[in-house]
T-cell receptor, first 115, second 114 residues
Framework: EPEVTQTPSHQVTQMGQEVILRCVPI?????FYWYRQILGQKVEFLVS????????KSEIFDDQFSVERPDGSNFTLKIRSTKLEDSAMYFC?????????????FGDGTRLSIL | GENVEQHPSTLSVQEGDSAVIKCTYS??????FPWYKQELGKGPQLIID?????GEKKDQRIAVTLNKTAKHFSLHITETQPEDSAVYFC?????????????FGRGTSLIVHP
């Protein structure tokens, strides 16, 4: 079964540094999402992306965050200047059609640790 | 905005018993309610969902019920097995304002003892 893949599985970064998290969505999917899960807390929506632009974003997704689909397969989340509170699991998801009422397929996440 | 409460936070059962996880939501416009299972080190995986035009949906040992009047929905797992052990999240989506951003509950850690 096709999967969403995320790399790296664990990223350790110094506070203030830039970090890029990478995702390869399922190949025929058109909608892409990033979520965040702080340890022991609920999953939180960050951003959705369709047709090479952001379609929705949450309050968490401030100017320090950006997303990009640099080629036909990768979908990236960049945090420009990381803060301690950015430490979390970051999940990428994709869906075949628009947008929320069809199953979203999640990757296994990247654990981001900010020191 | 939407607020989803989920109970219990931890649920421990013996293999073969039933498990019930309950969620309440605040936005009466919410009309899509997915449930996700998250195993250790993995991302959430959709296991069942329900839309507001039905009251109950069943898929083998898993069922979900929805009470729109009371604004609550529940996940029922029958004949639990050790491999059902995981964290389960409920979520609610509302089309209000054209957005379907899902709001998740805090999760229930289900432990099934052999």
């Amino acid at each position: 079964e096709p999967e969403v893949t995320q790399t790296p599985s664990h990223q350790v970064t110094q506070m203030g540094q830039e970090v890029i998290l990478r995702c390869v969505p399922i190949s025929n999917h058109l909608y892409f999402y990033w979520y965040r899960q702080i340890l022991g807390q609920k999953v939180e929506f960050l951003v959705s992306f369709y047709n090479n632009e952001i379609s929705e974003k949450s309050e968490i997704f401030d100017d320090q965050f950006s997303v990009e689909r640099p080629d036909g397969s990768n979908f990236t989340l960049k945090i420009r200047s990381t803060k301690l509170e950015d430490s979390a699991m970051y999940f990428c998801a994709s869906s075949e059609r628009s947008p929320w009422v069809v199953p979203q397929h999640f990757g296994d996440g990247t654990r981001l640790s900010i020191l | 905005g939407e607020n989803v409460e989920q109970h219990p936070s931890t649920l421990s059962v013996q293999e073969g018993d039933s498990a019930v996880i309950k969620c309440t939501y605040s936005d009466s416009a919410s009309n899509y309610f997915p449930w996700y299972k998250q195993e250790l080190g993995k991302g959430p995986q959709l296991i069942i969902d329900i839309r507001s035009n039905v009251g109950e949906k069943k898929d083998q040992r898993i069922a979900v019920t929805l009470n729109k009047t009371a604004k609550h929905f529940s996940l029922h797992i029958t004949e639990t097995q050790p491999e059902d052990s995981a964290v389960y999240f409920c979520a609610a989506s509302s089309p209000a304002g054209g957005s379907y951003i899902p709001t998740f509950g805090r999760g229930t850690s289900l432990i099934v003892h052999p």
